[in-house]
Nanobody
């Protein structure tokens, strides 16, 4: 059974930065597609960023030029660097890899 464990969420002021991590229980090169999704209160879960192990990343329009998805092969970890955060970025952020989901980490952007 594959496990994905997110970390790095928290409370940040508008304009601030956070880096989310997703630690996988197996080699991340074994996944075809990995990514981050988010779900705001009362809303559906939406794509934030995805990437294949060999392809270019794909970002939601709302986060382009602010968020960056990356991997650390040696640590079996995927990251989401989030800069210039806005209140509308407040959500639970989920790590996704093929058929697997993490339990999420809460990001709150508020002054």
């Amino acid at each position: 059974q594959v496990q994905l464990v997110e970390s790095g969420g928290g409370l940040v002021r508008p304009g601030g930065s956070l880096r989310l991590s997703c630690a996988a229980s197996r080699n991340i090169f074994s996944f075809n597609l990995m990514g981050w999704y988010r779900q705001a209160p009362g809303k559906e879960r939406n794509l934030v960023a995805t990437r294949t192990t060999t392809g270019s990343p794909n970002y939601a329009d709302s986060v382009k030029d602010r968020f960056t998805i990356s991997n650390s092969i040696t640590r079996n970890t995927m990251y989401l660097q989030m800069n210039n955060l806005k209140p509308e970025d407040t959500a639970v952020y989920y790590c996704h890899a093929d058929d697997y989901w993490g339990k999420g980490t809460l990001v709150t952007v508020s002054s």
